[in-house]
């Protein structure tokens, strides 16, 4: 399918974007990392946008200061979000309105960040791992395959009911094994 891109969405360069893609008004997508020395002395990494993804208006994903920016398949951004240099968005992630993504940050398959939740940079979080609304994940926090996280600092309030009941066995085992043995 064809990708429809804003007429008012700004796309730098260095960004390489899939098959049907949606990007929204007044976006900004692969501008530089925010780090004072990056500006003048370094050239950036890019950002790769793969396919079925769709980000909303007035979202932002910085280009990778180390690697790569890379935003996966069939990942759902909503508006005024913002995605973090060298961040890594795996297959079927959802970041809602407001939420801030640092910089170097993995959120795995199937997670979800809640409405102006925030995630400090070097942090991972686990596949299927939903984000409250609000909440502050802070450094080096790392959560577990399937918890349910909330609060600032963000703490495991339980288990993500909602989306184990949507995969299968077969799925769960299978993110779960590959996240506890990277």
Avoid: W
Avoid at 100 to 107: D, M, Q
Avoid at 152 to 177: H, W, Y
């Amino acid at each position: 399918m064809k990708n429809k891109i804003h007429p008012t969405a700004i796309i730098y360069d260095n960004v390489t974007i899939g098959k049907n893609v949606y990007i929204g008004p007044y976006s900004i997508i692969g501008a530089p990392a925010e780090m004072e020395e990056y500006f003048f002395d370094q050239e950036g990494k890019g950002v790769m946008i793969c396919d079925n993804t769709v980000i909303t208006g007035h979202c932002t994903i910085d280009e990778g200061f180390k690697e790569q920016t890379i935003i996966g398949k069939d990942c759902f951004l909503m508006k005024h979000t913002h995605i973090g240099h060298d961040s890594i968005l795996d297959n079927n992630v959802t970041i809602s309105a407001g939420a801030i993504i640092a910089g170097h940050v993995r959120l795995c398959q199937y997670s979800t960040v809640g409405i102006n939740a925030s995630i400090h940079q070097m942090t991972t979080i686990a596949p299927g791992t939903m984000i409250g609304m609000g909440s502050v994940v802070t450094k080096n926090h790392r959560t577990g395959p399937f918890d349910t996280m909330f609060g600032a600092p963000a703490k495991r309030i339980g288990t993500n009911k909602f989306l184990k009941n949507k995969l299968t066995k077969d799925q769960i085992e299978s993110m779960t094994s590959e996240f506890l043995e990277s």
